[in-house]
């Protein structure tokens, strides 16, 4: 059977995602990505720990990145991008900057980090002073407080939920409740931690209720890895991906429904 008149497939370029062995929300990392390009994910070996700051370090080893950017190789992704927020801002900015080498090293290829991502993005937005939302214990909180004031950003707010495991789970309503608990006074952006926690469909409800810039770890992770492909990330009305979202953001239609988001059962 001649199949030409379907031409294609279309050509594709590739983002090579190392993620923890627990991440849970590979389809919420799609959801920002365009068409023509495609996420090649592997993972940390697994490891019995809980969410801590031990476990940070365990899966940011530099010897565990470089075996894991290595497995991507094979399918020669132009950019790589480590989707983890505590292992990329428990050894600081400068720990941060040394696994991007370990992993450029490793590839042959720009690399990014979440946390990386997450100053990168709070630059192009010009916020000097942010509100945290984390799923985290107060321990792994702290440890991204500090990391931020070393770039020179001030917490003004935080919320943390304690946990230490499925963390995927979490349902939108107590996401968006921890936000509006976050953000108190002058407050330029708000910050939602960890990429298994999930945000891609209360990031614009929230940038309408609280009138500021809403991050969140997946979202700043493929903006920036989509960024280095020289290439926009996809989402609704948010302000990272979308200036004239930053001039004040109109209320969407309905309420998001939990049962909708991603990684919830």
């Known amino acids: 059977m001649d199949v030409s008149f379907l031409g294609g497939p279309r050509p594709q370029r590739g983002i090579g995602v190392v993620a923890p062995f627990d991440f849970a929300l590979d389809r919420e990392l799609w959801r920002w990505v365009p068409d ?106 702290q440890s991204l407080e500090e990391y931020v004031a070393e770039a020179g950003i001030a ?7 304690g946990l230490t495991r499925h963390i995927w789970k979490v349902p ?43 991050l969140s770890a997946n979202q700043v992770t493929m903006w920036a890895a989509l960024r280095q492909l020289g290439t926009r990330a996809v989402g609704p009305y948010q302000a990272l991906l979308d200036e004239s979202a930053r001039r004040g953001p109109a209320l969407p239609e309905g309420p998001v429904l939990p049962e909708e988001q991603e990684g919830w059962a």
């Open 155 to 161: 917490v003004t707010g935080r919320a943390y939920m």
């Open 36 to 141: 023509d390009v495609s996420l090649h994910l592997t993972r940390t070996p697994f490891v019995p720990v809980e969410v801590s700051l031990d476990l940070a370090r365990l899966v940011s080893e530099h010897e565990t990145l470089g075996d894991a950017v290595r497995a991507l190789n094979a399918v020669a992704p132009e950019v790589v991008a480590y989707a983890c927020t505590s292992g990329s801002f428990v050894g600081g900015v400068a720990g941060e900057r040394a696994m991007c080498e370990a992993m450029t090293r490793a590839g042959g290829v720009c690399s990014v980090t979440t946390s990386g991502a997450l100053l990168r993005a709070l630059e192009e937005l010009g916020a000097r002073r942010i509100a945290l939302v984390t799923p985290y214990t107060v321990s792994v909180t």
């Open 172 to 214: 939108y309503r107590d996401v968006v409740e921890m936000a509006h608990r976050a953000v108190r006074g002058e407050v330029d952006a708000l910050f939602i931690s960890c990429t298994n926690l999930p945000t891609y469909d209360v990031i614009p409800q929230l940038e309408a209720e609280l009138r500021i810039p809403v």
